[in-house]
Structure formats: C-alpha cells, structure tokens
C-alpha cells in the first residue's frame, strides 16, 4: 500500500463550503501515481516506453467531506491484477475520518492504444501492492 | 431524459490527447443541472429552499474518447427514484458514438445535512424522467 | 467582437460561494475559441496546420463575482496585432454587470514551438476583430 | 520569501503536453497560503476571523512550460503592502529553470465584503515578506 498526501487548496472546494466531487479522482490519481514511483517505474517512464493506463471505469463513494486546507491520506493498493489489465483501490482519510473509498481500472494499451499483455516485470512490481486480503 | 450539449475546451483536455477523466463528472453535473431546470425546478432555487442533492457515489465507464473542440451530448435520465434518494443516470455522446456511461446516487439532505425525504412535488416532477425501461 | 454566453456550472464555484478566479482564464479561452471560429479559421484547424497560439502573459482584474448557475457573457476581440503575436481583450458580464476584464498575449509558434510570423491571411482575418477604438 | 514544492500530476496538463496555463494561479494559491502558514496566522484561521483576501488583479508571465510529472518549486514574497491591501509577486521554477513570474493583489474585506484596513498584527507578519529589494 502507497500512502500519499495531499493539502486542499481552496481552488478544490465549492459552493457547498467542501471540496468538489471530481477532485477525488484526481486525488486517485496522485496516489497510484506514488505506487508506481515507489515500486520502482514511474508511469512518466512507461509513458516514455510507449505503455499507457488509460482509465476505463471508476466507482466512487463519498462518505464524509474534505475541507479547505485539510491534509488528506490518500491510501492506493492494487485491488486485481489481470494479464491486460490493473485495479487500483484507493481509501482517502482525514485524520482518521474516512473519506472516500474507490477503484479505478485501467487496461494496459501500447503507442496505438491497442490493449497490450502487461510485461511480466511490471506485473512482478504490481503484485506486491496487491492487497494481502485479496492474495 | 434530458438532452445538453457542450463544447470541449482546451483546459479539459490532457498530456494524452483526450478529455481528462475527472472532467466527465463535471459534465454529468452539467446534465443533471439542465434536466432539473426542465422538470421546473432548478437545482439553485432548490438550494434557496434549503434541500441538498451531495453526491453519494459515482459510476463511470470510459468507452471511447472525446477530444478538444468537440461537442459532446449529454443524455440524462433518473434511473432510480426512493423515498429519500435520487439516482440519475449519464450517457454522453460526441455526434453517434457513445464516449461514457455512469451513475451518480444522491441522498436529499436539508441545511444541517441530515437526511430527508424528498417532497412528494419533487418527486413527482423526477418521476417523469424515471427511464421508461425502468418504469 | 466576439460574443459567447456559458452557463456556471456547481464546479467552478469555491468556499467563498462564487467562481473561483483562475476559471475566469478558462472563460477567456472559450471567447477566443468562438471567435477564431466566427472569423473562419478555428484554432482545431490551426493546430492541425503545425500553427500554435501558446499562452505568454495575461492580466485578469476582477470587478464583481459570478456565482452558480449564472450564465456569463463573455465579449472578446483583438487589442494588438503584431507581425508575430496578437492579443485578445476581454470583458465578462452577468446581464449588465461587469464582472471582470482582462488580456492574453500570444506568439505565433510552430510545430518545434519556434516563433513565426502570423501568415498574411490569418492576419487579415483577426484585423477584422481589432477593437474600433484602437484601429 | 516562501517556497513551496509541487508535483504536477495529469490532471493539470493538457492537449499541447505541458501543464494548462490557468493552473498556475491556482499554484500561486498554494504559495501564498503556505506563506501565511509560515508567519503564523492561516488564512483559513483569517477566515474563521471574518476577514477575506479575494483576488482583484492578476498578472502572469509564461516563460517555459512545467510538464506532467515535474516537481515544482513557488516562491512566494509580499511586493506591496498597503493599509487595505497586499500584493503577492511569485516566481515558479521547476530545478533551475523559470517558468513564470506573477502578481496578485488582494484587498482585505469584511464578513460583508467590504473593504478593511489591515490589523496592525497581520501587517507587521506580512512586513516580514516584503521583498528585500522593496524595502
């Protein structure tokens, strides 16, 4: 599991006095972004070998809100590991408040956006991050 | 179903070419606004009552992707009605090809945001939007 | 000049209650898109031509705030027109009200980002919007 | 001075590969914000205080691009310190190389948004950040 954190800027909040909804995706994001550095193979450097996540679905529920200058704990494992394809999960804290839980799933596709087998060494890489429950 | 149209700008697009996927939750608010402004009841007006529809959770499949400049349809239904809840459902579109599909469930809460059941007025007027095929 | 309306969807708003101010920035893309669209070259089709309009500086200054579900107008035209860069100027209503003013500088880049002379017939194009008062 | 570090993530890049230029008024939010962290009174405490600094004028001058990714750094300094106002002037750098330079100019306003002279207490913290070269 990757522990990331996060300070929300008031450019994330809204009306309603909490942060806007959507902003949890990117919050997503910044975690599996950090799992993958912390593995060792940034998704900068995949890019750069021509390998892509895109994201193809995400669930999301809200359990409690973030506010304006809040540090949040956003908690990423990797929730399934297919030949093609990876689910991320994501539980996002405030102290010890939960916030958010969520996935999100990404097919692994090349240069032409053509899905591709994820190589056998990034998938080494991933399966220590797969949640020890689900092992 | 409600029907709303929006043009791509640049700013919503990303590093891989496409519309960043955060973005589409934002598009679903958009059509979820423009369907309550046609039933007769804006969302604005039913903050100044002291009602509040927070987002719960959140469904979103990405099957193809929309691009900047484009203008994407934004179909909008309720697809599921109870007594203190509301969920719509999202399809959009970028001229015959479906781009995303998904969900987004909201409990009525009042000012202090504890849970309340939704008027019959209102549900009435939601009713009408309840996909056929849900009926 | 050019003028485009949008509606302020509940995302754009912040913790004060009205439009977070760097969106003021994406509502001056939007009038300069719809502009190089009325004037008959769209900026899509200026990108596909290998021709960039990057952003080099901007002003904003903000008058009043535009707040949820307001629908804004935004007036834009040409404020400068130089052989290598132009300027837009904009103004952003919510009926009669002056929200805000502001400009955005840009350079004619190409494909490596080089700096280029605007070509003689986009320049004839955009002359047609330059502010009466300037001319 | 303050510098606060940032790393980029998808989210704010877009269509061109390099990060949307609204983005950078959002970072010049964290800057500041991390400024008044550091000399001790919040401006989220500023708010519980009834005292607001709303945004009246942006400036920003783009001089390279930040990429996906890329850590950034925000230097934050207070350039003018009025009795009713303060103006925040930013330089962001990603390692050595700077990307854009800005100003933002707050009035200090009441619960009611009116205009306020600044307590003698904030005014002697901010006096701390004006730029050396402005003494």
Do not use: W
């Not at 929300?8 to 909040?13: L, Q």
């Not at 910044?30 to 998704?43: D, H, K, S």
């Amino acid at each position: 599991m990757n522990i990331t954190k996060y300070r929300i800027p008031y450019a994330d909040t809204d009306n309603m006095g909490v942060v806007y909804h959507s902003n949890y995706l990117i919050y997503f994001e910044m975690g599996r972004t950090e799992l993958m550095r912390e593995l060792g193979y940034t998704y900068k450097k995949m890019e750069e070998d021509g390998m892509y996540f895109p994201v193809r679905n995400v669930t999301c529920n809200y359990h409690a809100s973030a506010h304006y200058d809040d540090i949040i704990t956003i908690e990423t494992s990797v929730c399934e590991l297919k030949n093609a394809s990876v689910t991320f999960a994501y539980k996002i804290f405030c102290e010890d408040k939960l916030l958010t839980t969520g996935t999100t799933k990404h097919p692994l596709v090349n240069y032409a956006f053509k899905p591709t087998r994820i190589p056998q060494e990034l998938k080494n890489l991933l399966q220590k991050y797969v949640k020890t429950e689900e092992k």
